[in-house]
């Protein structure tokens, strides 16, 4: 974890000014800046419903799927506007890969499911493949358990595989940036410190962002915490700091458990 | 084997954990306030026995049908009591093509292959239509549009076939004779099996509809969370998710194909001779042939031929036996889909 005595030596890779979010009438997000550096670990807390998990999904513009939004202000990755640059949102997401509150494998085999991200790009040499699909389930740490099995549907594995089985599936295009969206919040806690456990291997060459509503789990794994109320961001910091010194009386209400 | 709810009752409160003592339990007074009258109890026991009832009724319908066709359909082969006329061999009947009653000749071929084709034909038509429709209604269609179409198919769906049949015979084929084939009669399996899909898509629109609309939006997301398109995610992802229900939509269809007679029987021609009749022209090609040869059908031989024989004739005989053979098809098909659908699932 990164300390307050060790200065920032890797650059920011992702940087938001002043962005709101609008869904219809209702602002969700408002005049939110802030700078996430590269192969770090930065989690965004707050109570439920401070708009944690709808910014993480600007980041990758998952919530066009389901619904009209507004976003306005600046959101960058390595310097480009992700929502005016003329970005095509299907590059952007294989950029930006994104793991899911509830594991949502396909009912398709182990295989397929991990294969399915190279697929769409156009590998389709079986050994090429092959390869992508081991090297992807290894450094999510799944490989050892399902080597064996890997054309059994994905769908009967226990819940913490399945996460585990969707970072792999993520993994596997290749992505700069990995969003996590409370990637624990089904899992138990065994399954939850495997997840946590990988999370810090996979930052030596990935930016990860997690939401998180478990202020341990942020304490552990990340090195920047961000901390939101009601679509503000109140402080962000070093994640050492942030439970050590906060600088806002309200994050350290958060923090002890005064509210939220 | 003890029911686990049961014992689950049994068990007085809390008796594990002396230590937990809920006032709640305590305060309860000994006797329950409420206890359901007499009446009440009475009438448990008889709505049982009424649903009872019920449902053994249908269970000696679907027997009784089944029971009666057998019945009859024997006295084609067997020398059954009330049977006047010969009786055939399986042999004649099963693998002969050749069919003409007043000399003695039942080979029901030309029917089989022919509602086989009819069915066949339809469902090509249908399923991808059907599924596709289900794909833009759920998934792409805005709000209001998705609103009308659903209530749209729902209605089709309940339309009389015979005014399907009095738009083929009045509109297509005059329209198809006239375009196309300007000497010959349009009737045969493209406009029997195109009136068929019209019929049947409403269904397979409907049930593919709701099959893409109960799959979860993860699904969805996750894929495009992996940078796949809409259209790759609806390939790809959601279509295969959701097979086992567009089978059973397809297989629904298929019900409802096989087992028309009204619809078809206006529109295809009725001659059991077609297979000899397509074989003998040489004016056209094998597939224009095939479509526009006034053909016949299970259904329609029987629509058509039930009320002109007499019965306890063979030819009487053999119309059951066709029901029955059409009876056991459509619930094969149906418990082949089950088996399909319980395979995939598990």
Partial sequence: MLSPQTPETKPVKLSVRNMDFRYGEKKVLDGLSLDIHAERVTAIIGPSGCGKSTFLKCFNRIHEVSSAVKVSGDMQIDGVDIYRGGIDEVDLRRRVGMVFQKPNPFPKSIYENVAFGPRLFGVKDRATLDGIVEDALRKSALWDEVKDRLKESATGMSGGQQQRLCIARALAVNPEVLLMDEPCSALDPIATAKIEELIGELKENLTIVIVTHNMQQAARVSDYTAFFWLGKLIEMDLTERIFTTPRERMTEDYLTGRFG | ?346
């Fill in chain 2, 1 to 346: 084997m003890p029911d686990a709810s049961d014992t689950l009752l049994d068990a007085p409160p809390c008796a594990s954990d002396p230590t937990r003592e809920s006032p709640v339990v305590e305060s309860l007074p000994k006797e329950p306030a409420f206890r359901h009258s007499r009446l009440q109890r009475l009438a448990d026991r008889w709505s049982h026995l009424l649903f009872l009832t019920c449902g053994l009724l249908v269970v000696a319908l679907i027997g009784g049908i089944l029971y009666f066709l057998a019945a009859r359909g024997a006295g084609a082969f067997l020398p059954l009591a009330g049977n006047t006329d010969k009786v055939l061999t399986l042999k004649e009947v099963f693998l002969s093509a050749d069919w003409d009653p007043n000399s003695g000749k039942f080979g029901i071929l030309p029917f089989i292959a022919g509602s086989l084709s009819v069915t066949g034909l339809a469902l090509l038509l249908a399923a991808p239509t059907g599924i596709l429709t289900g794909v833009f209604i759920a998934k792409l269609a805005p709000g209001w549009m998705k609103t009308l179409m659903r209530q749209v198919m729902d209605l089709l769906v309940g339309i009389p076939s015979v005014v399907y049949g009095i738009f083929g015979l009045m509109v297509v084929l005059p329209w198809v004779s006239g375009k196309w084939l300007s000497d010959s009669p349009a009737a045969g399996f493209a406009v029997s099996a195109a009136i068929l899909a019209v019929m049947i898509v409403p269904t397979i629109v409907s049930l593919s509809t709701d099959a893409f609309e109960s799959l979860p939006l993860a699904l969805e997301e996750g894929s495009q969370a992996l940078g796949s398109t809409r259209w790759q995610a609806i390939w790809h992802v959601l279509i295969p998710a959701a097979r086992p229900r567009l089978l059973t939509a397809t297989v629904l269809g298929l019900g409802r194909a096989i087992g028309e007679a009204m619809a078809i029987q206006m529109v295809i021609g009725n001659n059991p001779q077609w297979i000899a009749l397509m074989r003998g022209a040489t004016d056209q090609t094998p597939v224009l042939r095939f479509l526009f040869t006034p053909a016949a059908t299970l259904t329609t031989e029987l629509v058509q031929e039930l009320p002109n024989t007499a019965a306890g004739s063979t030819w009487n005989n053999l119309l059951f036996a066709m029901g029955l053979l059409l009876y056991l098809m459509t619930m094969g098909i149906i418990l082949a889909t089950r088996r399909l659908g319980r395979q995939r699932n598990a």
